[in-house]
């Protein structure tokens, strides 16, 4: 059985970074597609970063306009462990992110990140 697994979660201050990973376990895995998704307090979860897979061409990756320039997604060439680099981070992106693989078919179970002074 797949699990998503995240890690690298916690406190931070404001203008810091952190790092998120996501692997996946329960047997030999690759997935073409995979996401970050966050869930702040009282809001919808939304999508933060995305990777796919596009052949000859490598990985497509994507950002949500509020992260872009400072959050990085990237992943193995077994397309079974992803990261993400999260860098100048902002009291906005205080949230449980969310590892999601196959268009929804698989999902971590969180990690809460705190941007906070």
């Known amino acids: 059985q797949v699990q998503l697994v995240e890690s690298g979660g916690g406190l931070v201050q404001p203008g810091g970074s952190l790092r998120l990973s996501c692997a996946a376990s329960g047997g030999t895995f690759s997935f073409n597609d995979m996401e970050w998704y966050r869930q702040a307090p009282g809001k919808q979860r939304e999508l933060v970063a995305s990777v796919r897979f596009r052949g000859g061409f490598g990985d497509e990756t994507n950002y949500a306009d509020p992260v872009k320039g400072r959050f990085t997604i990237s992943r193995n060439n077994a397309k079974n462990t992803m990261w993400l680099q999260m860098n100048s981070l902002k009291p906005d992106d205080t949230a449980v992110y969310y590892c999601?693989?196959?268009?929804?078919?698989?999902w971590g179970q969180g990690t809460q990140v705190i941007v906070s002074s």
């Open positions: 999601r693989a196959e268009g929804g078919r698989y």
